[in-house]
């Protein structure tokens, strides 16, 4: 069956560093659009950065633009998010999902699997 489970969450200083990983299996990977997604406390979903099936197409949501850098690596079934320059308003529960095809889209219904997510707190 489909599975994404995300690791690399945790505790990070204003300013600083994480990189989230979302490893897949269950499907051919090299097929679909990935995304990563966030919710913060009291919010709701919020679409943070896609990739098209072979890696040349992102886009990242304005406001993480800049900061954090989505990427994939077809051969490991795996992507990644790096998040940068961190900011307390990043804290949130962030998922990956599978795009129902090749193609990238910010539009969170056209993602047909999600992760549990993993937990990312900014603070000092």
């Known amino acids: 069956q489909v599975q994404l489970v995300e690791s690399g969450g945790g505790l990070a200083q204003p300013g600083g560093s994480l990189r989230l990983s979302c490893a897949t299996s269950g499907f051919t990977f090299s097929n679909y659009a990935m995304s990563w997604a966030r919710q913060a406390p009291g919010k709701g979903l919020e679409w943070v950065a896609g990739?098209?099936?072979?890696?040349?197409?992102?886009f990242h949501a304005d406001s993480v633009k800049g900061r954090f850098t989505i990427s994939r690596d077809n051969a490991k079934n795996t992507v990644y998010l790096q998040m940068d320059s961190l900011k307390p308003e990043d804290t949130a529960l962030y998922s990956c999902a599978r795009g129902s095809t090749s193609y990238l889209t910010n539009l969170l219904h056209e993602y047909d699997y999600w992760g549990q997510g993993t937990q990312v707190t900014v603070s000092s």
């Open positions: 990739i098209d099936s072979d890696g040349r197409d992102t």
